[in-house]
Structures are given as C-alpha cells and as structure tokens.
T-cell receptor
Framework: KAGVTQTPRYLIKTRGQQVTLSCSPI?????VSWYQQTPGQGLQFLFE???????NKGNFPGRFSGRQFSNSRSEMNVSTLELGDSALYLC?????????????FGPGTRLLVL | AQSVTQLGSHVSVSEGALVLLRCNYS??????LFWYVQYPNQGLQLLLK??????LVKGINGFEAEFKKSETSFHLTKPSAHMSDAAEYFC??????????????FGKGTKLTVNP
C-alpha cells in the first residue's frame, strides 16, 4: 500500500502571498490531520477532516484553512503569509474511527517564507 | 485537555548502552499513548502505541515502553543503542472524542545522539 504523500516537498514564498499544500492519504483512510512543526513551538495540531467535514480545529488564525475532497485527498491553504509561518507542515491519515487508530504521517512540506 | 511532557530535550548515549527516553502524560481519561520517531528531513514514523491491552508495549527496532498509571508515565527504552537510532523521538497522547475527532498532542521531543 502506498503511504501518505504530500506535494510539494519544498516551497519558498514571500510575505503576503498565499500557499496551498496537498496531501493524499493512504487508500481507504478517511481521516486527514494537519500539523505544523517549528523549532520553537514543536508539533502543533492544525485541523482534522473526516469524510469532507472538519471535525476538529487547533488554535491557529483564520488564515489557515483546509478542505477535503470526496476521494479523501486534502488541501490546506495559508493566506497572507507571515515570516512565522515558515515551518514543516505534516499531514497524517488514519481510518478515523477510534482514538487508538494509528496516524500515518507523510514526509511533510517544508515552507519557507521570505 | 490532555498534555505530554518529555523530560530532556537532548539525550546522548554510547553505542550499545541503554536508551531511556522519558514521557509523562496528563489525562483525565484512560489515555492512548504513542511514540513516534523522526529522522532528519522526514516525517514521523510510529514506534509503538499503548491502547490499554498490555502495559508493556513492544515496538519496532527493538524499542519498548511501559505504561505506569500510578506514575502517569510512558517511558521509551531500548536495551542496546545502535548508531541508526540517532533521531528525534516524540511522545504523543490522543486527545479527541471517541468515534469523533482525532487529534494528537505531542511532547516537545527528545533528540537522541548515539556516540561510537
């Protein structure tokens, strides 16, 4: 089974621009979660989608948004980029049915905001 | 809300020595606990997870962890370190609603260095 894939792997943007990141989950997985990883804040939960519905959201400003398509692929969008948005963005997929399910992570998209 | 504390942001051991990475959790309900490993420029890989079936959990690459409710701990151990174990290790607790949303709360991570 193919793992979680994320595109692009690297991205350079300038302040004020917007960016869209993509995540394709493992086949059969209906839950996709997004996390931001920075040296200062560590790994922080952004949001989780299940069957095209956002089920949970972390403490991030409204500039961070996401969506999920009928094939479970997910995108996250960050508008009006700030320098502090530079981070590794990880997505994870699971069956989404119980809390003990393993979340499988993709390799991440490294975003640099200049 | 659940939380996780990892004691020691950096741990250094010699090759062949015992590896002990500490994790304490705070949870108002029986927790689901996970250890993930991250190699440079990669995503997270699951090492093992506790789901209340057994307090001693064995994972991949010779790692294991013991759930101790009285100490609210879930420390990760490996009897003999290998150079390839050098990586960053994250303890996480599942914080969501059963049958509902999924969310992992992570500790700050522990960077493991293995010296030859």
């Amino acid at each position: 089974k193919a793992g979680v894939t994320q595109t692009p792997r690297y991205l350079i943007k300038t302040r004020g621009q917007q960016v869209t990141l993509s995540c394709s989950p493992i086949s059969g997985h209906r839950s996709v979660s997004w996390y931001q990883q920075t040296p200062g804040q560590g790994l922080q939960f952004l949001f989780e989608y299940f069957s095209e519905t956002q089920r949970n959201k972390g403490n991030f400003p409204g500039r961070f948004s996401g969506r999920q398509f009928s094939n479970s692929r997910s995108e996250m969008n960050v508008s009006t980029l700030e320098l502090g948005d530079s981070a590794l963005y990880l997505c994870a997929s699971s069956t989404g049915t119980t809390l003990q399910e393993t979340q499988y992570f993709g390799p991440g998209t490294r975003l640099l905001v200049l | 809300a659940q939380s996780v504390t990892q004691l020691g942001s950096h741990v250094s051991v010699s090759e062949g020595a015992l590896v002990l990475l500490r994790c304490n959790y705070s949870s108002s309900v029986p927790p689901y606990l996970f250890w993930y490993v991250q190699y440079p420029n990669q995503g997270l890989q699951l090492l093992l997870k506790y789901t209340s079936a057994a307090t001693l959990v064995k994972g991949i690459n010779g790692f294991e962890a013991e759930f101790k409710k009285s100490e609210t701990s879930f420390h990760l151990t490996k009897p003999s370190a290998h150079m390839s174990d050098a990586a960053e290790y994250f303890c996480a607790v599942s914080d969501g609603t059963q049958g509902g949303s999924e969310k992992l709360v992570f500790g700050k991570g522990t960077k493991l260095t293995v010296n030859p």
